[in-house]
C-alpha cells in the first residue's frame, strides 16, 4: 500500500523538525514536503501533491484560517489537520478552523519536560489521525459484542427520557448541523461526549447554545438535569449521570481513561443504561475508534434505544462503524435525516415524565445572540 504523503505547515523550524522526526518512524507515512507559512503551502500542495496537511494556526503572511479558507476554494476534499496550542485563544482558532472545513486537530505538546516525550506525544495522538483520516471509508476491523444481548429488547413504546450523544472527529460540525434540527422546548435533557480537551469543551457548548435551542453548558458536577438543557462532558473528566433524591444529577471523575479517552462515551452510556433504563435513546456520531460500542450494548440490554451516523455523512466512520457492525443500531441514517429521528422518537410513546414537565417550566429556550 503506497504511504501517506503529509504537508507539515508551520513557521517553527523546531516544530517543523519535531513533527517530521516523530512521523518519519512510522513506515505507512511520509513527509513530502514542509513549509514556513500558508502562501509557500498553497505553492507546494501542487508540487508534493499532499495526501494530507498539518496546518499550524499562528503563522506570518497567511495564518491557519486564511490558508485553510484558499485551500478549501481549490481542495475541498483534501484532509486538513490543525496544530493549535492548548489556550483559549487556541481553543477557539482551532473551533474556527473547524467551522471553516479543518478535518481535525491535534494540540502542541507544552510543558511534556523533553524531546521524547513530545515526539511520543505527537505520534499517539496525530498519526492515528492521519491514517484515519487518509483510509476512507474506514477500515473497521470486527468487533463482536463483548456479551451477547442478555435481556429483552423492548419495543420502542416507552418515553424517551434522556438523549445521549458520543462524537469525535469532525464532532463540532456534526453537533452544530444535529442540535439546531431538535424541537424547540426539547422535552428532555442532552449529554454529550465529544473528545476534545479542557477549554474546547466549554467552548463547544457556548456554540451550541449559540446555534440551537438548546441551553448548553459544560458538565458541573452535582447539575441537576432539566429538559432542554444540553450538558458537554468537559475535557480531561469523565461524566455519569446518577439518580439521586434531588433528581437525576451529573457526576464527573478523573478515572482511567476508556478507549485512549477522557472524557469516554462508554462511561456516559453505561450510566445512562443504569438511570434512565429503557428510556434511553443513545446517538452516535462521526468518530475514529470504537468508543461508544460496548455503551451502546448496555443501553440496549437495557431496552434503549441506539442512532448512528451512518458511513457517508460521517467524516470518520469509526465510532458509529463500530455500533452499526455489531448490530446495535436500530437505524443508521444521514446526518442531515437524524434530528427528524430523534424528534420522532422523543415524541412517541407516553406522556412525558412529570419530572421533565415541570423543569421545563424553568428553562429558557430564546437562542442566544
Same mark, same amino acid.
Given at each position: 500500500?503506497?504511504?501517506?504523503?503529509?504537508?507539515?505547515?508551520?513557521?517553527?523550524?523546531?516544530?517543523?523538525?519535531?513533527?517530521?522526526?516523530?512521523?518519519?518512524?512510522?513506515?505507512?507515512?511520509?513527509?513530502?514536503?514542509?513549509?514556513?507559512?500558508?502562501?509557500?503551502?498553497?505553492?507546494?500542495?501542487?508540487?508534493?501533491?499532499?495526501?494530507?496537511?498539518?496546518?499550524?494556526?499562528?503563522?506570518?503572511?497567511?495564518?491557519?484560517?486564511?490558508?485553510?479558507?484558499?485551500?478549501?476554494?481549490?481542495?475541498?476534499?483534501?484532509?486538513?489537520?490543525?496544530?493549535?496550542?492548548?489556550?483559549?485563544?487556541?481553543?477557539?482558532?482551532?473551533?474556527?478552523?473547524?467551522?471553516?472545513?479543518?478535518?481535525?486537530?491535534?494540540?502542541?505538546?507544552?510543558?511534556?519536560?523533553?524531546?521524547?516525550?513530545?515526539?511520543?506525544?505527537?505520534?499517539?495522538?496525530?498519526?492515528?489521525?492521519?491514517?484515519?483520516?487518509?483510509? @476512507? $471509508? #474506514?477500515?473497521? +476491523?470486527?468487533?463482536?459484542?463483548?456479551? *451477547?444481548?442478555? !435481556?429483552?429488547?423492548?419495543? %420502542?413504546?416507552?418515553?424517551?427520557?434522556?438523549?445521549?450523544?458520543?462524537?469525535?472527529?469532525?464532532?463540532?460540525?456534526?453537533?452544530?448541523?444535529?442540535?439546531?434540527?431538535?424541537?424547540?422546548?426539547?422535552?428532555?435533557?442532552?449529554?454529550?461526549?465529544?473528545?476534545?480537551?479542557?477549554?474546547?469543551?466549554?467552548?463547544?457548548?457556548?456554540?451550541?447554545?449559540?446555534?440551537?435551542?438548546?441551553?448548553?453548558?459544560?458538565?458541573?458536577?452535582?447539575?441537576?438535569?432539566?429538559?432542554?438543557?444540553?450538558?458537554?462532558?468537559?475535557?480531561?473528566?469523565?461524566?455519569?449521570?446518577?439518580?439521586?433524591?434531588?433528581?437525576?444529577?451529573?457526576?464527573?471523575?478523573?478515572?482511567?481513561?476508556?478507549?485512549?479517552? @477522557? $472524557? #469516554?462515551?462508554? +462511561?456516559?452510556?453505561?450510566?445512562?443504561? *443504569?438511570?434512565? !433504563?429503557?428510556?434511553?435513546? %443513545?446517538?452516535?456520531?462521526?468518530?475514529?475508534?470504537?468508543?461508544?460500542?460496548?455503551?451502546?450494548?448496555?443501553?440496549?440490554?437495557?431496552?434503549?434505544?441506539?442512532?448512528?451516523?451512518?458511513?457517508?455523512?460521517?467524516?470518520?466512520?469509526?465510532?458509529?462503524?463500530?455500533?452499526?457492525?455489531?448490530?446495535?443500531?436500530?437505524?443508521?441514517?444521514?446526518?442531515?435525516?437524524?434530528?427528524?429521528?430523534?424528534?420522532?422518537?422523543?415524541?412517541?410513546?407516553?406522556?412525558?415524565?412529570?419530572?421533565?414537565?415541570?423543569?421545563?417550566?424553568?428553562?429558557?429556550?430564546?437562542?442566544?445572540?
Amino acid at each position: 500500500m503506497p504511504k501517506i504523503r503529509v504537508l507539515i505547515v508551520d513557521d517553527s523550524v523546531v516544530i517543523r523538525r519535531l513533527l517530521t522526526d516523530s512521523l518519519a518512524g512510522d513506515p505507512d507515512l511520509e513527509v513530502v514536503g514542509t513549509a514556513a507559512d500558508g502562501k509557500i503551502a498553497l505553492a507546494k500542495i501542487t508540487q508534493v501533491n499532499p495526501d494530507i496537511i498539518t496546518l499550524d494556526m499562528e503563522m506570518p503572511v497567511m495564518d491557519g484560517l486564511e490558508t485553510l479558507t484558499a485551500i478549501r476554494k481549490i481542495y475541498p476534499k483534501l484532509p486538513v489537520i490543525m496544530f493549535s496550542t492548548l489556550t483559549a485563544r487556541g481553543a477557539a482558532a482551532t473551533l474556527d478552523a473547524l467551522a471553516r472545513g479543518a478535518s481535525d486537530y491535534v494540540t502542541k505538546p507544552a510543558n511534556v519536560g523533553s524531546v521524547t516525550v513530545a515526539v511520543q506525544r505527537i505520534r499517539e495522538e496525530l498519526v492515528p489521525k492521519i491514517k484515519g483520516l487518509c483510509r @476512507r $471509508p #474506514a477500515d473497521i +476491523v470486527s468487533c463482536p459484542v463483548i456479551r *451477547k444481548l442478555t !435481556g429483552v429488547i423492548a419495543a %420502542a413504546s416507552a418515553s424517551i427520557d434522556v438523549l445521549a450523544i458520543g462524537v469525535s472527529t469532525g464532532g463540532p460540525n456534526a453537533l452544530a448541523a444535529l442540535l439546531p434540527g431538535l424541537t424547540a422546548q426539547f422535552p428532555v435533557p442532552v449529554v454529550i461526549v465529544q473528545h476534545m480537551p479542557p477549554m474546547f469543551t466549554r467552548l463547544l457548548a457556548e456554540r451550541i447554545s449559540a446555534v440551537s435551542n438548546l441551553r448548553a453548558r459544560e458538565g458541573e458536577a452535582g447539575a441537576l438535569l432539566a429538559a432542554g438543557e444540553a450538558w458537554v462532558a468537559p475535557g480531561d473528566s469523565h461524566m455519569e449521570v446518577e439518580r439521586t433524591a434531588g433528581g437525576v444529577k451529573l457526576r464527573l471523575h478523573d478515572g482511567p481513561p476508556e478507549n485512549s479517552c @477522557r $472524557p #469516554a462515551v462508554d +462511561v456516559l452510556f453505561r450510566s445512562v443504561a *443504569k438511570v434512565f !433504563g429503557n428510556r434511553s435513546l %443513545a446517538v452516535v456520531l462521526t468518530g475514529m475508534g470504537q468508543d461508544g460500542l460496548i455503551g451502546c450494548q448496555f443501553i440496549r440490554e437495557a431496552g434503549g434505544q441506539v442512532l448512528a451516523q451512518d458511513e457517508a455523512s460521517s467524516v470518520v466512520w469509526g465510532m458509529p462503524g463500530a455500533v452499526s457492525q455489531a448490530g446495535l443500531a436500530e437505524k443508521v441514517l444521514p446526518l442531515n435525516e437524524l434530528a427528524g429521528e430523534i424528534n420522532r422518537r422523543i415524541d412517541a410513546g407516553p406522556p412525558r415524565h412529570r419530572a421533565w414537565a415541570n423543569a421545563r417550566t424553568n428553562v429558557s429556550f430564546t437562542k442566544a445572540s
